[in-house]
């Protein structure tokens, strides 16, 4: 069974930075994309920044410039590097891989139980 383990969020003070890890466990054949959602109070889970097995990143409008998503393939993990965070930052925190089984077969989605980022002063 796959597992994803979120960590690194925090209270954090506006223009501080945060960087969130999430690693998978489990016996699989490669991950293909990896992403981080946020889920702020009261509003719907949104895609925040993903990042392909060949590497291509893709931001939301709200963080580019800010956040910087990477990937360690050897460590099965993907980053979420977050500078100059602002009090909208404020939410749950998920990561998501798109997990291969095996060789030639179709990836399946995994999310992680998500990690509570908060900024405020």
């Known amino acids: 069974q796959v597992q994803l383990v979120e960590s690194g969020g925090g209270l954090v003070q506006p223009g501080g930075s945060l960087r969130l890890s999430c690693a998978a466990s489990?016996?699989?054949?490669?991950?293909?994309?990896m992403g981080w959602y946020r889920q702020a109070p009261g509003k719907q889970r949104e895609l925040v920044a993903e990042?392909?097995?060949?590497?291509?990143?893709n931001y939301i409008a709200a963080v580019k410039g800010r956040f910087t998503i990477s990937r360690d393939n050897r460590k099965r993990t993907v980053y979420l590097q977050m500078n100059s965070l602002l009090p909208e930052d404020t939410a749950l925190y998920y990561c998501?891989?798109?997990?291969?089984?095996?060789?030639?077969?179709?990836?399946?989605?995994?999310w992680g139980k998500g990690t509570l980022v908060t900024v405020s002063s």
């Open positions: 998501k891989m798109e997990v291969l089984p095996g060789p030639f077969m179709r990836g399946v989605d995994f």
């Open positions: 489990g016996t699989f054949f490669m991950v293909n994309a």
């Open positions: 990042i392909t097995s060949g590497g291509d990143m």
